[in-house]
């Protein structure tokens, strides 16, 4: 292969020297050598560098908290009330998955994450995206009421309006404590 992209090199150069004859054919060719050998270093150091994003983000709890900071402020959403739900929810995993079936970081149900036009339950950005996009519906619904919000983010919004706030659910009221407490 080498030789190749040597002959390939030398008939440029020849090319070259036709149209420009005041350049020598060796710096020409040195310089086409160079620029090719820095396109594949830059090649290579792009695909490297995709890779290690995509890895780590599987693994990296940074990579989860940018995301989230990320789709709080899209959405217009306190990051650390974005941040309390999601680690109350899953601990930041997005491997996490309810025994009723709530899936990811942000821990939505199937058909929740279809209504906020989630494709990719299973994806950490669409998932973190359709948990802080829900947030913020939840807290448009109740005015602001960000204890109502978080009530209805855990046990639904009807069970908010229901009782005209937090549902008196022993875990739904665990969840806002706990929430409000990390979001401080």
Same mark, same amino acid.
């Given at each position: 292969?080498l030789s190749?992209?040597?002959q390939?090199?030398q008939r440029?150069a020849?090319i070259e020297?036709r149209f420009?004859?005041?350049?020598p054919?060796?710096?020409s060719?040195?310089?086409f050598a *160079?620029?090719?050998s820095?396109?594949?270093n830059?090649?290579s150091? %792009?695909?490297?560098?995709? +890779?290690? #994003?995509?890895? /780590?983000?599987s693994?990296?709890g940074g990579d989860?908290?940018k995301?989230?900071?990320? *789709?709080a402020?899209k959405?217009?959403?306190?990051?650390?009330?974005? %941040?309390a739900?999601?680690? +109350?929810e #899953?601990?930041? /995993?997005?491997?996490?998955?309810?025994p009723?079936?709530?899936?990811?970081?942000?821990?939505?149900m199937?058909?929740?994450?279809r209504s906020l036009?989630v494709?990719?339950?299973?994806d950490?950005r669409?998932n973190?995206?359709g948990?802080v996009?829900?947030?913020?519906?939840?807290?448009?619904?109740?005015?602001?009421?960000v204890?109502?919000?978080?009530?209805?983010y855990n046990?639904g919004p009807q069970?908010v309006?229901?009782?005209?706030?937090?549902?008196?659910?022993?875990?739904t009221?665990?969840?806002?404590a706990?929430?409000l407490?990390l979001?401080?």
């Open positions: 292969m190749s992209i040597n390939v090199v440029i020849e020297q420009t004859p005041t350049v054919q060796t710096q060719a040195n310089n *160079a620029a090719l820095q396109a594949n830059q090649q150091t %792009m695909v490297n560098n995709i +890779t290690t #994003s995509n890895n /780590s983000i693994t990296n989860i908290t995301m989230i900071h990320v *789709a402020a959405y217009g959403v306190d990051p650390k009330l974005a %941040m739900i999601a680690e +109350t #899953s601990g930041l /995993s997005q491997d996490a998955v309810s009723v079936g709530a899936v990811g970081v942000m821990q939505l199937p058909e929740t994450a036009g494709h990719n339950i299973n950490p669409e973190i995206d948990g996009h829900y947030l913020k519906q939840m807290l448009t619904t109740f005015g602001g009421d204890a109502k919000a978080v009530a209805a046990a069970a309006k229901n009782y005209n706030g937090v549902p008196p659910y022993s875990e009221r665990d969840y806002v706990k929430v407490s979001a401080k």
